[in-house]
């Protein structure tokens, strides 16, 4: 049985390039692909968000001489591409979906709205939110917390290439202690860099709880949305 009827699931652009360290893994994006039909056929009502990373980061580009927000809009295009092809990947799988766009570019995907993105949901379609917020100096971290908070999604699901939320990056420290359970305001006052602030304050205030896990991990995703504990689970 599902643990969540209607989800915010947000993918990492980083994680897209696999083991090629750019652009985008086909083998890592067949996986995604065959994972969010795994949920999609348990019945659940998915929105996704992908980040950019893979391809072009709006603030990295800032610090070599771009403008801010000429920058950040080339990060909204770059989710663009990512989004195309998680869509064409879940095509490829017979999952029917729908690309929507914060800022308009029909016919490359609808504009979108929280109205038409509930009715596709609810008509069985995989929503994927593309283009951020559509605004400069916002991340897709924060586009996640509002689509899901517009959407009335029931968790936000973090997909990340590690297995939860730790006390440091154990990527780089050996001794850092994961948690399975954490607040908001733990997240705050301990300045654990889960998301950008802006995405934690809004999480928190519209009670969205967050689910952080390996996305990388085949089975990882269905084992969420069946309760096992595998993840860090956030909560106001």
């Known amino acids: 049985m599902a643990r969540f009827k209607r989800i915010l699931l947000k993918l990492s652009g980083e994680s897209l390039m696999g083991s090629q360290g750019y652009g985008i893994d086909p083998q890592r994006l067949a996986d995604y692909a065959r994972q969010i039909k795994e949920v999609h056929e348990m019945g659940v009502q998915i929105g996704i968000v992908i980040g950019g990373g893979n391809i072009f980061r709006g603030l990295s580009g800032a610090t070599k ?94 997909g990340t290439r590690v297995d939860g939320i730790y006390t440091a990056d154990p990527e780089k420290d050996p001794t850092a202690v994961k948690f399975d359970d954490i607040t908001y305001n733990e997240i705050l006052a301990r300045g654990l860099k889960v998301m950008d602030l802006s995405a934690v304050v809004m999480c928190n205030d519209n009670h969205l709880p967050i689910y952080v896990f390996n996305m990388d991990v085949v089975g990882n995703l269905k084992k969420v949305i069946e309760g096992e504990p595998i993840g860090t689970y956030v909560h106001s």
């Open 65 to 158: 001489g771009f403008d801010r927000v000429k920058g950040d809009q080339m990060g909204m295009l770059a989710t663009v591409i990512n989004s195309l092809a998680l869509s064409s990947a879940l095509t490829s799988e017979g999952v029917a979906n729908k690309v929507l766009t914060a800022i308009r570019m029909e016919p490359i995907g609808e504009f979108y709205s929280k109205w038409k993105a509930i009715e596709e949901m609810e008509a069985g379609k995989v929503c994927i939110f593309s283009a951020g917020t559509g605004s400069p100096y916002f991340t897709t971290d924060t586009g996640s917390s509002l689509r899901g908070v517009e959407i009335e999604a029931d968790v936000m699901l973090k």
